[in-house]
């Protein structure tokens, strides 16, 4: 139907310019012209020759590169709750055009005025063709994989953590200063960082951070806290400083506790034992780092019950460590 459309529009056209013939460049038209006397010139017609109209826009025109990357590499909610797109193998946006070059291509082709000058001393550069060049591929896509790597930052051995860099067992230095306070020698270490989520009336699922350090002077003195926030930074940053705040004063027995106790806090045993000089730490990688920063270097800790519930393990140990009795108490 739009074909018959366009060849009526076509006769009025011809019709009012008399004789004038249009001439377009989405069909193929024919000129029939009659031999008879008796015609008139108004009924030379222009007849299309009924064709299929193709249009320049296809799928990939339509639709934008960001578009197009954002179906290969985006994650559903669904998914992201379940923590897809968030492993090494994500898969990321590339820039395609990163490395070409306006007038260099497949074919190595020497065009003046775009990638070389028009005229060389007094002689007037020709276009031709230059040797090809094997090694345009390769450089693109090394290129390419250079911008979507991240760069990899390394942290000395005893920087690190518990696992690899993550933030749990890594030192955060001393707290920040509290008016003319400067806690100099005070150490701090991450007991546990975690997401953890929350339901909000207006925004829905909230994820946020919380972080436990602990803070002590290597010489009995130490405290921890307990901080939560949206960024992970200020989370641990805000623990620290709220352990600050919560300074305990513990005796100890020149590098080891006073004697033997046991203690319990929610699911967690704890079963403490004193040990000589030179024997080291024996216990969960949680007292490890409350030792550090006490001062205990020789120590024997059992933990049954949770093992996992560093809160609990940093609790009951504190709480033994606070029920202790000192030489002067016992003798009496």
Not at 50 to 55: L, N, Q
Not at 87 to 108: P, S, T
Request: proline residues 5%.
């Amino acid at each position: 139907m739009a074909n018959f459309r366009f060849a009526f529009l076509n006769l009025c056209k011809q019709t009012l310019h008399q004789n004038c013939l249009l001439r377009t460049s989405s069909c193929t038209s024919k000129v029939i012209s009659t031999t008879s006397s008796a015609l008139t010139p108004h009924q030379n017609i222009l007849l299309p020759i009924i064709t299929s109209f193709r249009f320049s826009h296809t799928f990939l025109s339509r639709i934008s590169a960001e578009m197009l990357w954002k179906g290969v590499t985006s994650v559903s909610n669904a998914g992201r709750r379940k923590g897809r797109g968030s492993a090494a193998g994500r898969m990321r946006q590339k820039d395609l055009n990163r490395g070409q070059v306006i007038g260099y291509g497949k074919k190595n082709m020497l065009w003046p005025g775009l990638n070389s000058p028009v005229i060389q001393g007094k002689e007037l550069i020709p276009q031709r063709e230059l040797p090809p060049d094997e090694k345009r591929t390769q450089r693109i896509l090394e290129l390419r994989d250079k911008a979507v790597s991240r760069r990899s930052f390394k942290l000395h051995p005893l920087e690190r953590g518990w696992t690899s860099n993550k933030l749990p067992g890594r030192n955060l230095g001393p707290p920040d200063p509290v008016g003319e306070e400067k806690f100099e020698g005070f150490n701090s270490r991450v007991l546990e960082f975690k997401p953890v989520m929350h339901m909000s009336g207006t925004r829905g699922r909230v994820r946020r951070f919380s972080a436990m350090v602990v803070v002590g002077n290597g010489k009995g003195l130490a405290g921890f806290g307990i901080a939560g926030s949206p960024t992970g930074a200020s989370a641990a940053k805000l623990a620290k400083n709220r352990a600050s705040k919560a300074l305990r004063y513990i005796e100890l027995d020149n590098n080891s506790i006073i004697h033997d106790f046991y203690s319990e806090f929610g699911p967690c045993r704890l079963f403490v034992h004193k040990m000589p000089e030179g024997f080291g730490l024996v216990c969960h990688r949680c007292i490890r780092e409350i030792c550090k920063v006490l001062g205990i270097k020789d120590l024997w800790v059992k933990v049954e019950g949770s093992t996992k519930n560093y809160q609990c393990i940093t609790r009951a140990f504190f709480i033994g460590l606070h029920k202790q009795k000192s030489f002067s108490t016992t003798g009496r």
